[in-house]
């Protein structure tokens, strides 16, 4: 295990004192400076650490968080990541065991497979909202106000919360249902690591090629002519939908709720606002560089025509 001070009560209050042998956590003491990685379940790095850890320890599971402990994720005894998309796959398959056919509440920049693994296989509903774990919790509630069944709210990023839990954002909530998943199957079992875990996400597919670029808007830039980065960021997006409507390789998502969301080439692009920042994410999944490549291209295309947009990291990843 590994997070900051919050993760000490966990720790301490309720793994040790259940048994659990939580030898091989590490960089549990709080330094704001953060010494070892960015604490963020999503960072390569991050989750190289506990990967490490939980293979040199020989752990059946290994758990961490970000500094407020909102946001987690697991690594299986077999070093396999559990985060982003496989993190939601888990808990929807987990969710939805105890509330068959219950609709999964998740971000904007989760994947095709993630919603053909809900539906196909757990036979639940997924609804691709917006991004932002506040609007991922909202959805759900609302969702339920109108008679429509919804336990689980999450976000790639790791954040999520659930109904039980009242809504909460609560990472260690998150982890304490997978603690209690691979306990149970440990009592008829104990030699079996994490598998019970791994079974779960079993069927889950995924793209070869997944990236996030972030394309800045200059907001001093003359082209904004005086309005603001949200407008312009808007004409693009309204650019882009024009562009794709004329192009017979690639098709709109027909239910979106962020940004313009088009599939071809076997795989997927997302090109939204950023919650926050002077910033359009681009968010690719594809089955090849060359497939991914093609999707970039299509947005390349539109985005040109916009010299407040800076397409330095698009071009950069389309040279690599
Ligand atoms: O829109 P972005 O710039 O990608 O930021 C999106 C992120 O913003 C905040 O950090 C929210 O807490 C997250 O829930 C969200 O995922």
Redesign the pocket.
Known sequence: MQGMEQVAFLWDKVLKPLGAVTDGSQFLEPDGLFPNHIPNPEDKAAMEAITQAVLNNKADLGIIFDTDVDRSAAVDSSGRELNRNRLIALMSAIVLEEHPGTTVVT?SVTSDGLTAFIEKKLGGKHHRFK????NVIDEAIRLNSTGEESHLAM?T?G?GALKENHWLDDGAYMMVKLLNKLAGARTLNPNIGSKVLTDLVEGLEEAAVTVEIRLKIDQNHADLKGGSFRDYGESILKHLESVISKDPNLNKAPKNHEGVRVSGYGGWFLL??????P?L?LNIEAQSKNDAMKLGLAVLAAASEFSALDTTALNKFLQQ
């Open positions: 971000d991004r932002g774990y506040k976000e990023s954040h939204r606002l950023s919650l926050h920042d910033v994410p």
